[in-house]
């Protein structure tokens, strides 16, 4: 483990020799401290992280915000893991079983992977890239002893900046896409679902995890709650762009080319599952 307990980004041969120009698609070369495109385009390297972001001028006010709030949250959950010793260890016994069914395969992309936690429930000689937007995660783990006691944090990753629905590799470069509590914060999930496609081989796996729609006297009382609260005050701040429930997504997941494989329930509302690259439907 690192003295500083600090995070190593870094770019593997194998993937800086996948990267691709986020939006052309076309290769990339490397110069010094960025990546510059066949069309003059250059992404530069920002503290150790490649930004692949591709920025949509009128969400870019709402995303900044966004990422304000998100990096705000991210600290309080670093305080509430140092501060409660059962934290994490409670984290990764509700995950576990997930990952248990629905396994990684291959080379795993991680979209929306934060700092790469999954990667304790991957092989050794596995190959993970992780692509977020929030490029100063790394940062904001620096330090934090009981995280990097409880994930493999210890191990170099392959972290860049990017959105889901600007992937920035060629195609068919990962056997495992893992979307994992993102894809109802994506600003377009069938683009981003179609970019899941582009980037998985034949046969390659998605897995979807996220809080779907149920519709039950419990959750429609949390909904009411919600929106008294929203009229009352700003303190509640409902950051998904869309609330699918489970036929939702695996009908939109059919449109984008995949089949449903298998799937978990977390508990009465968080929902995982598998699918299938298959042809994308017309």
């Known amino acids: 483990m690192s003295g500083n307990l600090s995070i190593e980004v870094v770019q593997s041969p194998w993937l800086e020799a996948i990267l691709a120009d986020p939006i052309e698609k076309t290769p990339l070369e490397r110069k010094g401290n960025s990546y510059h495109s066949q069309s003059g385009a250059v992404y530069h390297i920002k503290d150790g992280v490649p930004d692949f972001r591709v920025h949509i001028n009128q969400q870019e006010e709402e995303w900044n915000k966004g990422q304000d709030a998100y990096e705000s949250w991210m600290n309080s959950y670093f305080d509430r893991g140092e501060k409660n010793i059962g934290h994490y260890p409670g984290e990764k016994q509700r995950d576990a079983p997930m990952y248990e069914k629905l396994s990684l395969e291959g080379k795993v992309l991680d979209v929306g992977g934060n700092l790469g936690a999954i990667r304790q429930y991957m092989c050794e000689s596995q190959e993970y890239c992780s692509v977020d937007p929030f490029i100063t995660v790394p940062k904001l ?104 429930s489970r036929k939702d997504i695996v009908e939109l997941c059919n449109e984008c ?26």
């Open 257 to 282: 080319g995949f089949a449903l494989e298998d799937e978990i329930w977390q508990n009465e509302n968080v929902w995982y599952a598998s699918f299938r690259k298959t042809a994308i439907q017309l």
């Open 141 to 244: 783990a620096t330090g934090r002893k009981r995280f990097f006691e409880n994930y493999p944090m210890h191990k170099p990753i392959n972290f860049i900046g990017g959105f889901a629905e600007f992937l920035p590799f060629k195609d068919s470069s990962f056997q495992t896409v893992n979307m994992r509590s993102c894809i109802d914060h994506f600003f377009d999930p069938k683009h981003s679902l179609l970019e899941a496609n582009r980037v998985l081989s034949e046969n390659g796996k998605l897995i979807i995890g996220m809080t779907v729609d149920v519709k039950s006297a419990k959750n429609f009382l949390k909904e009411a709650a919600r929106s008294v609260l929203n009229i009352f005050t700003d303190r509640y701040k409902d950051d998904h762009i869309w609330h699918p």
